[in-house]
């Protein structure tokens, strides 16, 4: 490949006013802030009421599209903020008309984290049309665009916009070697056009991409289609906004930025740097930098009330480290967690060395929603319960799936002695499939109106119980009244971030004094610089002493018992997703009696003994902590 000189752009007169002339070739920018940006910074916990604030002033913008939608905010929305997301589509929709929305779709993991059947694909994505979305980014873990098939007739028979995407990693800090090179991303451009897209995006979801690698890939596209080339990268190395800067030069169409607060580090480069930067050339955007540093305005008054949800415990704003262990920070963010769940922070560096094993045993696979949680969380496991490198002694459900071809076809073949070992008594058969996965699906929507008939209004209510059935079902129960929100669930306001805030400054001022409680307050665990600080906040509006409970768990006194023989016990911090055994049944030593969700994924717990269920110890969607007893199985005599 011959590659040419760079510093393509061109000059023109330099003007500053707003309505100035439009330039030859304007860069067209997409607005992730209310997506992807706050999904990076504060784990997806931006709530509607706050978006709202700058909902219309960034419809007047400028954007060539807003993402507004998709990615994890549907599961985060129902099952941490207590929020409808098929109702925040609607709001942002009405008071944001102009702009096209756009949404991040994973195939025919739809907004979950496993492949659903065609019927419940087929569902969302007409619902999501009908509820306001335009732009559908459609992306596979695998790139494996079979699984972009059905969501793409519900898309083109509703004539709105197919853009589909191409997963960009690598196995080496820089683009090249034998898998991951620019061979293979033009292969899958190529089978892009074939499949028929409207536009195509380079997804770099961990800030891999290197500022001359996109150069030269941007006019390696140029040279064989005018379909429109949408980059999308984080700044997690420090490198996206000098990629960015790099795919201009090369005719990139369309980059993805965030505006200022919602912008760096984990999340994507900033907008108002890029449109001052390219004022007096032919790619000016057009836009009003007035308008962008008004909406960072109204934004930064609202940051306050995520600011504890930085999970980043470093001062610096890029980490190049991401170039060698290729972690997304979405990623790195739920193996952090995982392991100080377990008390188990200090193994991280051993999940670094043992992820690119994981990885390659997994063949080889991208890591991104839902194949990076998968990975991880095979990882920690195997940190955690191996007695042996390899032996894989706890396999995720979801890695068996994998195995069986239900993600669909993997970039290389997985380890044949890891396929043994997932596929062992799979209920599906222990031979691996290679036909496109939602072809094999049996159709869930009927089922799914008749489990939830008593529970669910309406389709939307039904979709979302379809992809979530333990949380969506806990959800609606919260929409209709049927039980309280937890304390916990509901939005924080900036007077307590006020009051928290003087807390603080209390604490490192050597002023908190001790108090009796009254009764009537908040009590609230203040750690400042290392140290612990147990405090009340006076509550006018408590009725009563507050109750310090992890989320969703029912308040019960057996879980830290001794263990007698035949206790299941939790080998990991999540949720209860289901029970297979009810008491009084007969159990069988290896059968599996229970289901945790441990960081989106399932884990199948099974019976030690032969015996009879005689207690059971937690509902479904209760959390329980690691070594809590789940249920009892009385050994057969």
Known sequence: MKYDKHGVLEMAPLRFEADRPKAENPVKINDVSLRDGHQSLFATRGRTEDLLTVAEMIDNAGFNAVETWGGATFDTMHRFLGEDPWERLRVLKKHMPKTPFSMLLRGQ????????????????????????????????????????????????????????????????????????????YINKVRELIDFGVDSICI???????????????????????DIPLNLHTHFTSGMGDLAIFKAVEA????????????????????????????????????????KITAIADEMEKHIPK??????????SITDINVLLHQTPGGML?????????????????????????????LGNIPLVTPTSQIVGVQTVNNVLFDSYEGEYAKITKEVKDLC???????????????????????????????VRPGSILEPEMDGVKSTFKDLAKDIDD?????????????????????????????PKTMEQVKKEAEIVRKALAGELTAKKASGNGRALEVIVDGETFSVEINDPNATAPPVMQ???????????????????????????????????????????????????????????????????????SDSVSKGDVLMHIETAV
Not at 215 to 225: G, V
Not at 277 to 289: F, H, W
């Open 109 to 184: 993991n739809v907004v979950g984290y496993r492949n659903y059947a065609d019927d419940v694909v087929e569902a969302f994505v007409q619902r999501a049309i009908d509820n306001g979305m335009d732009i559908f980014r459609c992306f596979d873990a695998l790139n494996d665009y079979r699984n972009f098939e059905t969501a793409a007739k519900v898309i083109r028979n509703n004539k709105k916009h197919f853009q589909g995407v191409v997963c960009y990693t690598l196995n080496q800090p820089r683009l090249g070697g034998e898998v991951y090179n620019m061979e293979y």
């Open 203 to 225: 997804k770099d979801m961990a800030g891999l991409i290197a500022p001359y690698d996109i150069y030269n890939m941007i006019r390696e596209i140029k040279n064989f289609t």
């Open 251 to 290: 005719g990139v169409d369309i980059v993805d930025t965030c505006i200022g607060p919602y912008a760096y580090r984990t999340s994507h480069a900033a907008v108002e740097p890029i449109i001052m930067s390219l004022l007096g050339t032919n790619r000016d955007t057009g836009m009003d930098i007035n």
């Open 306 to 315: 995520y600011r504890h949800l930085d999970n980043n415990p470093k001062y």
């Open 333 to 361: 963010s739920n193996l952090v967690n995982q392991l100080k769940a377990m008390d188990a922070l200090d193994k991280l560096e051993d999940v670094f060395r043992l992820l690119p094993k994981v990885r390659k045993d």
């Open 404 to 434: 069986y071809g239900l993600y669909g076809k993997t970039t290389e073949p997985i380890n044949p002695e890891v396929m043994k070992k997932a596929l062992k008594d799979y209920p599906r058969g222990e031979e691996p499939v290679t």
């Open 462 to 490: 039904e979709v979302l119980c379809a992809l979530y059935p333990v949380t969506g079902k806990r959800f609606l129960k919260w929409k209709y009244g049927l039980e309280e929100i937890p304390e916990e669930v509901k």
């Open 550 to 620: 992890i989320r969703g768990r029912k308040n019960k006194t057996a879980n830290k018992e001794v263990e007698k023989t035949g206790s299941i016990t939790a080998p990991l911090p999540g949720m209860i997703v289901e029970y297979k055994k009810s008491v009084g049944e007969k159990v069988k030593a290896g059968e599996t009696v229970v289901v945790i969700e441990a960081m989106k994924m399932m884990n199948n717990l099974d019976s030690t003994v032969d015996g009879v269920v005689k207690e059971i110890k937690f509902e479904a």
